[in-house]
């Protein structure tokens, strides 16, 4: 800061990767001795103000942090929520979601995910899964995918990792990966498959 008199504007991006700025206006008096002193609590001031305003607005972020990343949100219709580590999240188009994340949809909602290996997975309305643990080395294909399908309809095509590493749950079975997309309607308990080299299997499950 080497600034003697007169108005200027003090502007900074927010700490929390989101791009969004912050402006403060600061007018200086006449007195140079006055306004050195003015300026440094000024910036002691924005500092502090800068680190409780990133803590408290951003608690998702902080959560996230360490936590691997599955993939992104490609289609989001209506109201689609991410809770992770007991904090709840609006999800948007382009969102990353995360391991453990539990993902929601509303009564009228739908989202599709795209994960790191080019697994599709699409949620209708009132679902709910579970990502509970992705692992994943675009260098070998080598990786792993656990997810639990709790409720709702979801339909689930395979990515670049072998069939042996999805392991896909419902409150009826666990799914074994033959083909490369399935549809799952937990509430019907039913399942279909269809494969590269078939029209497709039908399966209701008792």
């Given at each position: 800061w080497n600034v003697r008199r007169g108005l200027f504007v003090y502007e900074g991006e927010r700490g929390d990767g989101s791009g969004h700025r912050l402006q403060q206006t600061i007018r200086l008096a006449n007195d140079p001795s006055r306004n050195e002193t003015h300026v440094r609590q000024l910036t002691l001031f924005n500092v502090a103000f800068l680190t409780f305003f990133c803590a408290v607005v951003s608690p998702a972020a902080a959560v996230t942090r360490d936590i691997p990343v599955v993939g992104e949100a490609s289609t989001i219709v209506s109201l689609v929520t991410g809770t992770l580590g007991g904090e709840p999240r609006e999800i948007v188009i382009k969102d990353q979601?995360?391991?453990?994340?539990v993902i929601e949809t509303g009564p009228e909602a739908a989202a599709k995910l795209i994960f790191r290996d080019g697994s599709?997975?699409?949620?209708?309305?009132?679902s709910r899964v579970t990502l509970d643990r992705f692992v994943y080395d675009s260098e070998t294909g080598n990786g792993q995918l656990v997810m639990n399908m709790l409720s709702g309809v979801f339909e689930f095509a395979s990515g670049l990792m072998?069939?042996?590493?999805y392991d896909l749950r419902t409150p009826f079975a666990t799914l074994a990966i033959r083909g490369t997309r399935l549809v799952v309607d937990t509430e019907r308990q039913f399942v279909y498959v269809r494969s590269a080299n078939s029209s497709g299997v039908r399966s209701a499950v008792d």
């Open positions: 979601v995360f391991s453990q994340e599709e997975f699409i949620m209708g309305a009132s072998r069939p042996t590493s």
